[in-house]
């Protein structure tokens, strides 16, 4: 491609989809997102495989940023939620692809199979790569099979909590709380009011400068529930897990 700046191919690995495109230095996509329905069962070779698989219709990338669910520390899965079940998010536990999960080297097996130096992030620290301003604590809770989170202070990414299972009453995590499943089970007025309940019981925690909600599902919070969270809390559109694809290269950790 002409021009020295890079270009990236970004890829948001989700429990339901996996989504790619290439973008120039500035976020802007060379091609309209491609969207798959993610594979189950799902070891790490069938999802180097099914990313290689979307790369090969989209046009030529220098570099490449996957964000997936899970606890990654340095491209490294410490433990990945979705991708360790039979047939995807809420069914039966492989214990095989828990062992095969665990402490896999996914950016490596990236980088052997596309040929291209790469980073590997939760999914959520992408998205927020996308939207953070780099002025400030912010933080960004992405809304979609369950809950994403990721940390920001002055544009530094802080290290990654999975804050979507700790119990948010008595044994139901906040991924269970307030997932796609209990959208669709209470309607988006109902579930809204529980990510209000979830939003002012992370403010005492975090005293966040400014809060994103991002992911599929932000869309659906009504907007009785937004003006009463308040102006420090700010909508921000799905896209932003490919376009964070760029400036996650930019990213430092203190």
């Known amino acids: ?7 990236t191919l970004a890829v948001d690995c989700g429990g339901g989809g996996i989504k790619a495109s290439v973008l120039d230095a500035a976020g802007t996509l060379h091609a309209p ?10 070891p790490p070779q069938r999802l180097v495989d099914t990313i290689a698989g979307i790369a090969a219709d989209l046009p030529r990338a220098d570099r490449l940023t996957v964000g997936m669910p899970g606890m990654i520390r340095h491209g490294v899965v410490v433990a990945t939620p979705h991708y360790v079940t039979r047939h995807g998010p809420r069914t039966a536990v492989d214990p095989d692809l828990v062992v095969a999960w665990s402490g896999c080297d996914v950016r490596a097996m ?9 980073i590997v992030l939760n999914d959520a620290e992408v998205h927020g790569a996308g939207v953070v301003s780099g002025t400030g604590l912010e ?5 979609g099979t369950g809950l994403g989170s990721a940390l920001f202070d002055g ?6 909590l999975e804050l979507s299972h700790a119990p948010v009453r008595r044994l139901v995590t906040y991924d269970e709380f307030i997932g796609q499943p209990e959208r669709r089970r209470l309607g988006n007025a109902l579930w809204s009011r529980r990510v209000q309940r979830v939003v002012e019981g992370f403010r005492p925690v975090f005293h966040w400068d400014r809060l994103y909600l991002g992911g599929g599902n932000a869309r659906h919070v009504t ?6 969270l308040g102006d420090d809390v700010v909508v921000v559109p799905n896209q932003a897990g490919i376009v964070g694809g760029v400036r996650a290269w930019t990213l430092t950790r203190p």
């Open 155 to 160: 544009g530094s990414i802080a290290p990654h």
């Open 33 to 42: 997102a491609v969207r798959v329905p993610t594979p189950y069962p799902l």
């Open 139 to 143: 933080l960004v809770l992405t809304l």
């Open 1 to 7: 491609m002409p021009g020295t700046d890079p270009y």
């Open 110 to 118: 990236l980088e052997d199979g596309l040929g291209l130096p790469t």
């Open 223 to 228: 907007p009785t529930v937004l003006e009463r």
